[in-house]
């Protein structure tokens, strides 16, 4: 069904036509204008409290986490992850610059295949695009250095996350995307996907028993790279 098709049945059940040119430019203008409605204060904080909080919020959200104070350290906090888990050190991950610049061949007791999520995967590592103080979120927008299978198949994703992609709220994640690929050469204003992801997926569907893992990975690991005090 065309745009057009679609936009006339929405249409026809409002029992209204098309919008009048001044209503038309009134509802862009709202559309770009991206108004905010109330943002609660417990995360218009400092960013150092915004980290915290973060954390916090993982904590709550059943998610965990660990801190290192630069990118040569993630391949060692990740080895000791999988060990405490008795995971595979077999790992699927993003083909993202940053996480490609780590010094993986330093620990090679670690096997990385780059790219999408298989079935057989058991483990993945992605590279975070931000992180929400308020309620502990990660955003993961997709793109081919971002997977989304990676989200989704793996029994445990691992993420990777800078410090100084920790925002407060949910709508500064989203006016950094919107900044960030505004003008993108692809002519892709916005990825295909977003995923927000808080915590690992869980569920009580049934009989309001909590069940990790429902509908994607029963485990959540967020190794945040302190790299805040060089993006203050």
């Not at 994640?173 to 692809?186: K, N, P, S």
């Not at 569920?203 to 993006?231: C, F, K, M, T, Y």
Request: charged content about 20%; proline content about 7%; overall charge neutral.
């Amino acid at each position: 069904m065309s745009r057009d098709a679609i936009f006339g049945a929405i249409r026809r059940g409002l029992r209204r036509g098309p919008l009048q040119p001044h209503e038309t430019l009134g509802l862009y203008a709202r559309l770009n204008a991206h108004p905010r409605h109330l943002i609660p204060a417990r995360s218009r904080v400092p960013h150092t409290g915004q980290i915290a909080l973060f954390k916090r919020n993982l904590d709550k959200e059943f998610a965990t986490h660990v801190t290192v104070a630069d990118y040569a350290l993630v391949p060692q906090a990740i080895a000791d992850y999988v060990a405490s888990q008795n995971l595979p050190t077999d790992l699927a991950i993003a083909p993202h610059p940053e996480l490609r610049a780590i010094p993986w061949a330093d620990h090679k007791m670690l096997r990385l295949r780059e790219g999408p999520a298989q079935p057989s995967d058991l483990v993945a590592v992605q590279h975070g695009y931000a992180g929400i103080a308020e309620t502990g979120t990660l955003m993961l927008p997709s793109a081919a250095t971002r997977p989304t299978t990676l989200n989704l198949l793996c029994d445990t994703e691992i993420v990777v996350l800078r410090t100084s992609r920790i925002m407060g709220a949910l709508e500064e994640a989203w006016d950094t995307l919107r900044w960030e690929r505004e003008g993108m050469e692809d002519g892709n204003f916005m990825p295909r996907n977003v995923m927000l992801v808080t915590g690992p997926s869980r569920s009580a569907d049934i009989e309001s028993i909590l069940e990790l893992g429902a509908h994607g990975p029963r485990r959540l690991h967020v190794v945040l790279v302190n790299d805040a005090d060089q993006h203050a």
